[in-house]
């Protein structure tokens, strides 16, 4: 195995794994996934070969958007466990050679958090410490559009909910029991600095920060454009990428040590383009390790509209895209490379085929075409399976706030219920939360699971992809080996080849004299390659394939069949 330099930054040659706990594995028999449910799930991770783990909220939260809305940074929500079962999950992770990443949701704490409480009284010295707003000016407070901006929550309605009993209103970007922590505030950062050192302290290995980029906002808050037709404004420049964002986390390294510590971070980012993500992840600063942009994963839906604006892909553009960040970062910024996490649908029903014929194929093919990219991969649980989306069929089969919201505002506003059940079918959070499957009869709880488990489970599911060499589960196993091993895999410089070709993905990876080249057919037909677009093929050896039985030549390529080559 080559080895890594001593400075370079360790997670350039890791794979992240993400548990979402609610739907992971569940203990206790309530239906919820817990901490001791992750606990004994570790040797299944450790077989896949990940390097760190990267948990969802376990904190103490009223779950109103499922542990994204804190109310005790310091403690364990009793559905998932305790701290001293975090504590052991933490060192069984590190007695199998893998590091824990928290959740890091700072933009925002729950309602029910001290900090809230006691700023809700106008004379307490924690009221700058949230944004309280007397109504717009010439409007009684309470009034319809008296809102001090005009700003759309993310998950549908008014940013700003009044409160009766001081006569102002609070500013909340998710739901109204999200309030947002004021950034400006010295003491707001240090507690939050505070917490973070508590949690190093603890065994954490970093953070994975949640909506990072909003905490710093144009001040004064100011409206934002609105487009046609739509009541409030959903303008991103006007809450993300504040002035202080580069100050914000510049200090936050110096005061967590998170350089010196060589902890793992990665900030959640909206509305983020190349040029910022380079500076926030640039080498010669301590800044983020890298960032999680948005980009490619919204080209399926109606450019300048909501995520339930649905457009088929073009993968044109897709392919263009990744490279666009892939020489955008360059050698001087980072990249993470993901499909899935708990917010997005399943990657092989979104930009695969999930039909029985084709899904196993193209689950393998979407890997081998993201995990060779240039950055860090993430693996999101089940992906590993290439699990399929949930299939719901009914408004109320969906437990997710910002899809049960979207139901009832869209229909309130005249969308006919098909469309929006249509649209919630494609992109609804919930599809990736049902519960991983384990065996063929679920296996993840012994009580009624808090969402029903996938109708595919019975073929997918992680007993019976372990027993098959060619399943979707053994193909992430060796492409995440494939990274350990090698060098071009981490360093290779990017390069993608028929840029405009619908059908093939193709790319190199180039370090010294060693090339891997990369050829995917993208579609469930047969697909023909332009020979003369690709590198020579006559020094090279084939190191994986999405298909069991690949052809000697590569001029036609099966449905949903790649390669992967090593040239030297
Ligand atoms: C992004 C998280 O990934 C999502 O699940 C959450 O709802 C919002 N941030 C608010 O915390």
């Not at 975090?86 to 933009?107: F, Q």
């Not at 190349?274 to 926030?280: F, I, K, M, T, W």
């Not at 071009?488 to 180039?510: C, H, K, Q, S, Y």
Request: hydrophobic content about 40%; proline content about 6%.
């Amino acid at each position: 195995m080559a080895l890594v330099s001593e400075t370079d930054p360790w997670w350039k040659s890791a794979v992240v794994y993400q548990i979402y706990p609610r739907s992971f594995a569940d203990s206790d028999g309530d239906g919820v996934g817990d901490l001791r449910g992750a606990i004994g799930k570790l040797d299944y991770l450790k077989g896949l070969g990940v390097d760190v783990v990267w948990l969802s909220p376990v904190y103490r939260s009223p779950m109103d958007d499922n542990g994204y809305d804190i109310a005790d940074y310091r403690d364990v929500d009793p559905l998932f466990g305790t701290l001293d079962d975090l504590d052991e999950l933490i060192a069984g992770l590190h007695a199998r050679g893998m590091k824990l990443v928290m959740d890091l949701v700072v933009n925002h704490t729950s309602d029910e958090h001290a900090w809230f409480q006691e700023s809700r009284d106008p004379s307490s010295v924690k009221r700058d410490w949230y944004f309280w707003r007397p109504a717009r000016e010439g409007f009684e407070p309470g009034a319809q559009g008296a809102e001090p901006t005009n700003w759309a929550s993310f998950f549908g309605g008014p940013a700003w909910t009044y409160d009766e009993a001081s006569g102002e209103y609070f500013l909340h970007l998710f739901s109204p029991k999200q309030p947002d922590l004021n950034w400006e505030n010295p003491e707001v950062r240090a507690a939050v600095y505070d917490m973070m050192r508590w949690w190093v302290d603890r065994g954490v290995d970093g953070f994975r920060m949640d909506v990072i980029n909003l905490i710093s906002k144009p001040i004064p808050l100011t409206d934002g454009a609105v487009a046609p037709g739509q009541p409030l404004s959903y303008d991103v420049s006007q809450v993300a990428n504040g002035p202080r964002m580069i100050e914000f986390l510049e200090e936050m390294n110096r005061e967590v040590g998170i350089g010196e510590r060589r902890l793992f971070t990665v900030g959640e980012m909206i509305a983020v383009d190349v040029d910022r993500a380079r500076e926030y992840t640039s080498q010669h600063h301590d800044r983020l390790g890298m960032v999680f942009t948005f980009e490619h994963v919204t080209l399926d839906q109606e450019p300048g509209g909501m995520k339930w604006d649905l457009k088929p892909l073009s993968l044109p553009d897709l392919k263009r895209t990744m490279a666009r960040w892939q020489k955008g970062l360059g050698t001087e910024g980072w990249n993470s490379l993901y499909f899935e996490n708990h917010d997005q649908p399943r990657v092989v029903s979104r930009y695969g085929d999930d039909s029985p014929e084709h899904r196993v194929a193209s689950a393998k093919t979407l890997a081998t075409v993201l995990h060779l990219h240039r950055g860090t991969p993430y693996v999101y649980e089940g992906q590993e399976l290439g699990m399929i989306n949930a299939g719901f069929t009914t408004a109320g089969d969906y437990r997710d706030i910002e899809s049960r919201n979207f139901y009832t505002i869209a229909t309130g506003q005249g969308v006919p219920a098909e469309r929006a059940l249509a649209a919630l079918a494609a992109k609804s959070r919930d599809n990736a939360r049902t519960p991983m499957p384990w065996t063929p009869e679920g296996g993840f709880t012994t009580g009624t699971p808090w969402l029903p488990y996938n109708a595919a489970a019975p073929e997918i599911n992680v007993e019976a992809e372990l027993a098959d060499e060619d399943s979707v589960y053994h193909h992430y196993r060796r492409l995440i080996a494939l990274r350990h091993e090698l060098e071009v895999v981490r360093e290779g410089r990017f390069e993608l080849l028929l840029p405009d070709d619908e059908r093939i993905w193709a790319f190199t990876r180039t370090l010294r004299d060693e090339q891997l080249m990369v050829i995917a057919n993208m579609t469930s037909q047969v697909a023909g390659v332009p020979m003369g677009s690709i590198p020579s093929l006559e020094r090279a050896e084939l190191v994986l394939t999405s298909l069991p039985a690949a052809a000697d030549d590569v001029q036609t390529l099966e449905p949903w069949e790649s390669r992967v080559y090593r040239i030297r």
